[in-house]
């Protein structure tokens, strides 16, 4: 995310919380804990990101008072020498609202030396839609083998044997190459053709690509090839339900295709809608066009590496958002590109170029075109249909895309008035009693309990003691 530190705070305001790129902290008591994880995370996120402090999210992004801005930027630098590689920043003073803030610029980690991990405990993190979160032994295996090519789709599968290529799919997939280039691959004769397009090997024995696009069941040599689909619970669902049809959904590719097609039409919420001609259509709460191409995508691109081999792609339906998630980061390009640049790198060469002659056993249709159109399609899905723009976060090691099913609504933000401003600042270093808000503030001791009690009420302020007891007031 770029621009001004005014442009950031507008999108936060206008989003309601952090982005991926852009961590805030309020800072007037000091430089938080959470800044260790967040520095680590953001060297790894490719393009870096910003760190703003003198800001409190929970205020609908009100600038705080920072006691001592000097010391502030100092152990920023300071604790960005405490990690290996160290991580890089340019701190500069911002604006928002007539106040200042410190803005600090999170560079990047070169890639061969990812990831970024705290010295003194060799912990790295990785930064998700949800937060930081420490990176696993095989997470860190992917930012390894992300140093050289992949090139995992053309290998052999051991075991496997042209028996397990499904007849019906290579002979659809044959048939099309033959009428779509016939003057290239599609000359040579099925064998032939087949060896020259990776799905086998010289000796005749099935690829990597080869399996997972034409596999008779490909789960048999990688089980978490699979996409694990489930929905939250809805608010009226009895006790105890965890999720709402949860499927594991096996094959190759173009019959797993099909199946979460299915599944989306049985589990995303329909509308009926009238058309301006009169006519009645049922409606998707997510466009299904969308969704076929979002699936698809991680289908075709996420990591084959051994590192990945664990990981499933997954589909989760909350109630407030759609989540795509698969192993295996961007490659060729970087977020801000996609549908900008017709860009059409590919982590899998092998895989896609098989897929671009693979049809659906269901429907006919094409399973890819390999022309950079997809991520165009989701967002013309999502605009007619009056919903916000995809967003999509590249954490190098996993990609994933949030798609919410209405624009979101304005924050309902507690509005301080100048007293509860003032206890509120006041209460940032730290916890007060009403006696020492009173010396300090020189407010009445009426006027600051009633302040209390309106930010208590609005979760701001936690109280400590009372009954008999000394009691004091700090922020949750």
């Known amino acids: 995310m770029t621009g001004t530190v005014e442009d950031l705070v507008r999108t936060?305001?206008?989003?309601?919380?952090?982005?991926?790129?852009?961590?805030?902290?309020?800072?007037a008591g000091g430089l938080p804990a959470s800044l260790t994880a967040s520095l680590s995370a953001l060297a790894?996120?490719?393009?870096?990101?910003?760190?703003?402090?003198?800001?409190?999210?929970?205020?609908?992004?009100?600038?705080?008072?920072?006691?001592?801005?000097?010391?502030?930027?100092?152990?920023?630098?300071?604790i960005a020498r405490s990690y290996t590689p160290p991580v890089q920043l340019t701190i500069t003073d911002g604006l928002v609202d007539g106040r200042p803030v410190i803005v600090a610029r999170v560079h990047e980690c070169d890639r061969s030396a990812k990831p970024c991990r705290v010295s003194a405990t060799g912990t790295a993190y990785l930064r998700g839609y949800g937060g930081d979160f420490q990176l696993s032994d095989l997470e860190e295996q992917g930012f390894l083998a992300a140093r050289r090519p992949p090139l995992f789709d053309r290998e052999p599968v051991d075991d496997a044997r042209r028996e397990d290529l499904d007849p019906e799919l290579v002979a659809m997939y044959i048939t099309t190459v033959h009428d779509r280039d016939p003057h290239g691959l599609g000359r040579f004769a099925d064998d032939e053709l087949l060896r020259h397009a990776g799905v086998i090997t010289a000796a005749d024995q099935p690829t990597v690509a080869g399996v997972l696009a034409l596999g008779l069941h490909p789960q048999r040599f990688f089980?978490?090839?699979?996409?694990?689909?489930?929905?939250?619970?809805?608010?009226?669902?009895?006790?105890?339900?965890?999720?709402?049809?949860?499927?594991t959904i096996t094959g190759p590719i173009p019959r797993m295709l099909d199946t979460a097609m299915d599944w989306a039409r049985r589990t995303f919420d329909t509308t009926i809608v009238?058309?301006?001609?009169?006519?009645?259509?049922?409606?998707?709460?997510?466009?299904?066009?969308?969704?076929?191409?979002?699936?698809?995508?991680?289908?075709?691109?996420?990591?084959?590496d051994h590192w990945s081999q664990p990981f499933a792609i997954e589909v989760r339906l909350r109630r407030d958002r759609l989540v795509v998630t698969n192993p295996g980061g961007l490659f060729g390009i970087t977020v801000d590109r996609l549908g900008?640049?017709?860009?059409?790198?590919?982590?899998?060469?092998?895989?896609?170029?098989?897929?671009?002659?693979?049809?659906?056993?269901?429907?006919?249709?094409?399973?890819?075109?390999?022309?950079?159109?997809?991520?165009?399609?989701?967002?013309?899905?999502?605009?007619?249909?009056?919903?916000?723009?995809?967003?999509?976060?590249?954490?190098?090691i996993r990609f994933t895309v949030l798609v919410h099913p209405a624009p979101s609504r304005p924050r309902t933000t507690m509005t301080l008035n100048r007293t509860e401003q003032r206890i509120y600042d006041a209460l940032a270093t730290g916890p007060r009693t009403v006696a020492e808000l009173q010396t300090e503030l020189t407010l009445t001791a009426p006027n600051i309990r009633k302040a209390l009690r309106n930010l208590r009420q609005h979760n701001l302020v936690h109280q400590d003691g009372g009954r008999g007891r000394p009691t004091s007031y700090r922020h949750t």
Do not use: M, W
Not at 12 to 27: F, H, I, P, Q, W
Not at 231 to 245: K, Q, S, Y
């Open 12 to 27: 936060l305001r206008a989003s309601g919380g952090d982005c991926t790129e852009v961590e805030v902290k309020a800072a």
């Open 44 to 78: 790894n996120l490719p393009g870096g990101g910003t760190i703003i402090l003198g800001l409190d999210e929970r205020t609908d992004f009100r600038p705080v008072h920072l006691t001592d801005p000097q010391s502030l930027k100092q152990g920023l630098a300071t």
């Open 223 to 247: 089980p978490r090839y699979v996409i694990q689909a489930g929905a939250e619970p809805r608010p009226d669902d009895p006790p105890g339900v965890r999720a709402r049809n949860q499927l």
């Open 274 to 304: 009238t058309a301006s001609d009169g006519t009645v259509h049922d409606r998707s709460a997510y466009p299904l066009v969308a969704f076929r191409e979002i699936i698809t995508n991680a289908l075709i691109h996420r990591d084959l």
């Open 340 to 396: 900008r640049d017709a860009v059409t790198s590919a982590r899998n060469p092998r895989l896609v170029s098989i897929c671009q002659h693979l049809r659906s056993p269901d429907t006919g249709a094409r399973i890819i075109e390999a022309l950079a159109s997809g991520i165009p399609t989701i967002a013309n899905a999502l605009a007619t249909q009056g919903l916000p723009p995809a967003t999509y976060i590249d954490t190098n």
